[in-house]
T-cell receptor, first 113, second 114 residues
Framework: SQTIHQWPATLVQPVGSPLSLECTVE??????LYWYRQAAGRGLQLLFY??????ISSEVPQNLSASRPQDRQFILSSKKLLLSDSGFYLC????????????FGPGTRLTVT | KNEVEQSPQNLTAQEGEFITINCSYS?????LHWLQQHPGGGIVSLFM???GKKKHGRLIATINIQEKHSSLHITASHPRDSAVYIC????????????????FGKGTKLSVIP
């Protein structure tokens, strides 16, 4: 069966510090991968998606970047965090080639102080 | 205007009540999803539907494609149903290699009181 992992579960970081959140998927190959952010009082917003190793599409201009160094690994990064980067970050995956369903990880709650 | 609108934003119900959460969307979709987000933040998928009606236990989801509207019903509500319920629609994006992507409503926070 497929599972998706995210870590850390919670993170408190000062403004200006770097960020690295990791997401890994087990039990499937060549998945589509997604990073979402849920800011306080707002709906989930797609940040990045990837259809393959090294292929990253960004949905909104921002202070964050994403990378996919391996087939089932998706990393969200920032060189210098802003207060506005606080939120709940969710990684998700879907099967390639026409699947509508996405499966979500447990999420990382990031607080920038 | 958001592409996906949910109502109500907040809902408080007594245990045992019948609950309805509504979702309207303004774009052509491939499918509509109902998700449940627990207080800790984890999200689980409840339903994915593109027509008609689906039922799972005390949960029922319906969709009217012509009216671009979906409802999530909970019968005999229970305090453990307290959560945020999120409507999301799948649309196909042609950018890059293309993929189905989700657009989310802001969620409905449900509190069921014993």
């Amino acid at each position: 069966s497929q599972t998706i992992h995210q870590w850390p579960a919670t993170l408190v970081q000062p403004v200006g510090s770097p960020l690295s959140l990791e997401c890994t998927v087990e039990g499937t190959s060549n998945p589509n991968l997604y990073w979402y952010r849920q800011a306080a009082g707002r709906g989930l917003q797609l940040l990045f998606y990837s259809v393959g190793i090294g292929q990253i599409s960004s949905e909104v201009p921002q202070n964050l970047s994403a990378s996919r160094p391996q087939d089932r690994q998706f990393i969200l990064s920032s060189k210098k965090l802003l207060l506005s980067d606080s939120g709940f970050y969710l990684c998700a995956w879907s099967v390639q080639a026409g699947s509508y369903e996405q499966y979500f990880g447990p999420g990382t709650r990031l607080t920038v102080t | 205007k958001n592409e996906v609108e949910q109502s109500p934003q907040n809902l408080t119900a007594q245990e045992g009540e019948f609950i309805t959460i509504n979702c309207s969307y303004s774009v052509g979709i491939s499918a509509l999803h109902w998700l449940q987000q627990h207080p800790g933040g984890g999200i689980v998928s409840l339903f994915m539907l593109s027509s008609g009606k689906k039922k799972h236990g005390r949960l029922i989801a319906t969709i009217n494609i012509q009216e671009k509207h979906s409802s999530l019903h909970i019968t005999a509500s229970h305090p453990r149903d307290s959560a945020v319920y999120i409507c999301a629609v799948s649309t196909f994006r042609h950018s890059g290699a293309g993929s189905y992507q989700l657009t989310f409503g802001k969620g409905t926070k449900l509190s069921v009181i014993p």
